[in-house]
C-alpha cells in the first residue's frame, strides 16, 4: 500500500460538518457533491464527511430493507464516478449489505471508484444507540492509501472504548486518523468529546480529525463542533456548534510526522445558550424535515408555553407560527395579559378560544353518570382535554403541528393530562426540567441565538417568569400545592433519573424521606404517560425514551 517515493509533502483535507436527512438519500447525495464541489473550489484534495452521510444517521430500522441498502450503495458508486475528474477524494459514511451482514460502513472515493471499504467494528449499544439490532460487527482494517498518504478511519464509537484500533493503525503505519461521527448533543458533550480523542492520540501518537454531524433527528440533536488534535495534544482546529459549515484544513509532512496548520477557533456556547440553540434545531428540524408548514400551541400566560413559542418563532419564524389562548373560568386575568404580551412581544399569530362551552358540555353529558360525585380531578382534566381538542380541531383544519409544552419534571411526576395538555406532534423542552427552563427563559430574554428568527429584547414578560406556575384548573391553584419546590423536586429527580441513585443517598443530600418516596412513586406511576407523549429534544445524559426504558407494569420502589 505504501507509495513513499511519491508522497507529498502538503495535504488539504476539508471536514463536512453538514446535516443529512435520514432516508432522503438523493437528496443527501445531492448535497455531497455541492459540498465536494466547493471543497475543489478551496483548493481541497480529500472530503471527509460524517457516519452515515448517504443513509441519514442514524437510519435504524431502514437498514433492514434491501431496497434502501441497494439505493446508497448506487448514490455512493455514483459520488465515486465523479472523482475521475481529478478533484477531491472522498470519505464518506453509508450503511451496506455484506457478505456477513449488513455494516455501519465508510468509503473512500477517489480516481472514478470506490479504492476502500471500512467496516465498523465496534457497535455502540446503550442510551441512544441499538446499532448491534441491526448491523453485523465488521473486521479491523489497516490504513489505506490515499494519494501517498496512509489514512486511518475509526468510525465513531472505535474512538470512544479501549479496543486498541487507534493503536492498531499506528502500528500498521497509518499518518492521520480521521474519524467520522454521529455524535449527539448533550450538556457538556465537547469536553467529553474532546477528554476522549485526546486519549486516542496519546495513545496512538497520531493527529485525530473529529468530524461530527449537525442537525435534528427526532428526539436526537447533532451539534457538529468538529475539530483536531495534533500529535503533540495542541488543538488544532475547533469548528462551530449547531451550525452547518466546509473547513478546509492543511496538513504538512514534518519530521515527526504530519501536523494540522493552526485553524480556526470557533466559540462554543455554554449553559442555557447550548441547551436553548440544540432544543431551537432540534425543533427547527423537526417541523422542516417533516414537512409542516407551520406549527400551533396553546399560550396559557404560563412560563413553558411562552419558551416553547419564542422557541417555535426563533426556529421558524413568527409567520409559521400560531398562539392560542383557551381561557375557562378559572383562567386569571393576569394570565390572559401575560399570554397577549408574549405573543405581541414575538410577533406571532394570536387567537383567543373560550372552553367554557365544550367543558360544560362534558360535564352535561356525563352529569347522570357522575351523580352523588365529588368534583376533582377529573373535571379539572376534561378543561386541559377541551384544550387539547381544540388545537387538535386547528392542526386537522390548517395542517398545522401541535407543539406540546410539557417540561421533564411534570412529565417525570405525571402532572400531565392524556390526550389534553399532552397532544401533540413534538415537544421542544421535554428533556428540561422545570428550572431549566426558568433559566433559558431568562437567557433568551437578554440575547438573540445566532440563526434566530425572531426579535430581540423581551420576548417572555418578565411577570411570566416572577409568578408562582399554575395549571389553573381550579380556584387559586399552584403547582406548589402539591409538588415541593421545583429546586427540590428538579434535584430529587436528577438523582432519581440522571443518577439513578439510592433513595438513602438521595436523602443524605438533605431532602426528606418521605418526599423522596412520593417522588419515586410518582415517577414509577407515571411511566404510562410517557409511553405515550410526543417526542422531543434530547439535552441531558438521559431522556425519557432512548435513554430510559423502564417498565410500565412496575412495583420496585426503594424502601
Not at 103 to 111: K, T
Not at 405 to 420: P, Q
Amino acid at each position: 500500500m505504501s507509495n513513499e517515493q511519491t508522497s507529498p509533502q502538503t495535504l488539504r483535507i476539508a471536514i463536512a460538518q453538514y446535516n443529512p436527512t435520514v432516508g432522503d438519500i438523493a437528496g443527501n447525495l445531492a448535497k455531497a457533491r455541492e459540498i465536494r464541489a466547493d471543497a475543489a473550489h478551496q483548493g481541497a484534495d480529500l472530503v471527509l464527511f460524517t457516519e452515515l452521510f448517504i443513509s441519514g444517521y442514524p437510519p435504524e430500522d431502514l437498514v433492514c430493507k434491501p431496497a434502501f441498502l441497494s439505493a446508497c450503495l448506487k448514490a455512493v458508486e455514483s459520488l465515486a464516478a465523479d472523482t475521475a475528474d481529478g478533484g477531491p477524494g472522498v470519505i464518506i459514511g453509508f450503511p451496506r449489505q455484506g457478505e456477513a451482514g449488513r455494516h455501519n460502513s465508510v468509503a473512500v472515493l477517489d480516481g472514478g471508484k470506490i479504492i476502500a471499504l471500512r467496516d465498523k467494528v465496534d457497535l455502540p449499544n446503550y442510551g441512544e444507540f441499538d446499532e448491534k439490532r441491526v448491523f453485523t460487527e465488521g473486521t479491523i482494517s489497516g490504513p489505506y492509501n490515499f494519494r501517498g498518504v496512509r489514512i486511518g478511519i475509526p468510525i465513531c464509537e472505535e474512538i470512544w472504548n479501549d479496543l486498541g484500533i487507534c493503536e492498531t493503525l499506528a502500528e500498521a503505519g497509518a499518518n492521520i486518523l480521521l474519524v467520522p461521527n454521529g455524535s449527539p448533543y448533550y450538556r457538556g458533550k465537547l469536553d467529553v468529546r474532546h477528554q476522549v480523542a485526546l486519549r486516542q492520540v496519546i495513545e496512538s501518537g497520531l493527529p485525530l480529525v473529529f468530524a461530527n454531524q449537525v442537525g435534528g433527528q427526532d428526539e436526537l440533536v447533532f451539534d457538529g463542533a468538529s475539530f483536531a488534535f495534533n500529535a503533540d495534544k495542541t488543538l488544532a482546529f475547533q469548528m462551530s456548534q449547531f451550525e452547518t459549515a466546509l473547513y478546509v484544513t492543511e496538513w504538512n509532512r514534518r519530521a515527526d510526522g504530519w501536523r494540522c496548520e493552526p485553524g480556526v477557533m470557533s466559540r462554543i456556547p455554554e449553559g442555557e445558550e447550548a441547551d436553548y440553540r440544540a432544543c431551537m434545531l432540534g425543533f427547527r428540524d423537526y417541523v422542516n424535515k417533516n414537512g409542516f408548514r407551520n406549527v400551533v400551541l396553546g399560550l396559557s400566560g404560563g412560563i413553558d408555553s411562552a419558551i416553547c413559542a419564542a422557541l417555535a418563532v426563533d426556529a421558524l419564524g413568527e409567520e409559521r407560527v400560531r398562539t392560542v389562548m383557551l381561557p375557562y373560568r378559572y383562567t386569571s386575568e393576569e394570565s390572559l395579559k401575560d399570554a397577549a404580551d408574549c405573543a405581541k412581544a414575538l410577533g406571532c399569530h394570536y387567537d383567543i378560544v373560550p372552553i367554557a362551552e365544550p367543558v360544560e358540555g362534558f360535564s352535561s353529558a356525563l352529569a347522570d353518570l357522575f351523580e352523588g360525585t365529588d368534583e376533582g380531578i377529573t373535571e379539572e382534566n376534561l378543561q386541559s382535554r377541551a384544550r387539547g381538542t381544540i388545537l387538535m380541531a386547528i392542526s386537522n383544519k390548517f395542517g398545522s403541528m401541535v407543539v406540546t409544552t410539557g417540561n421533564k419534571s411534570e412529565m417525570s411526576v405525571g402532572y400531565a393530562t392524556l390526550y389534553g395538555d399532552m397532544n401533540g406532534g413534538f415537544n421542544p423542552i421535554k428533556d428540561l426540567y422545570k428550572m431549566q427552563v426558568y433559566a433559558i427563559s431568562a437567557w433568551r430574554n437578554s440575547h438573540v441565538p445566532p440563526g434566530a428568527l425572531g426579535p430581540s429584547g423581551e420576548v417572555i414578560p418578565k411577570n411570566i417568569i416572577a409568578k408562582a406556575p399554575s395549571a389553573e384548573l381550579r380556584p387559586n391553584q399552584t403547582d406548589q400545592d402539591s409538588l415541593p419546590p421545583y429546586p427540590v423536586l428538579d434535584d430529587i429527580l436528577e438523582c432519581l433519573v440522571e443518577g439513578e441513585m439510592a433513595v438513602e443517598d438521595i436523602v443524605k443530600r438533605g431532602h426528606d424521606l418521605a418526599t423522596v418516596h412520593r417522588i419515586e412513586h410518582l415517577l414509577y406511576l407515571a411511566e404510562y404517560k410517557r409511553r405515550q407523549s410526543a417526542p422531543g429534544v434530547k439535552i441531558t445524559k438521559k431522556n425519557f425514551g432512548r435513554d430510559r426504558r423502564y417498565p410500565i407494569t412496575n412495583r420496585f420502589r426503594d424502601r
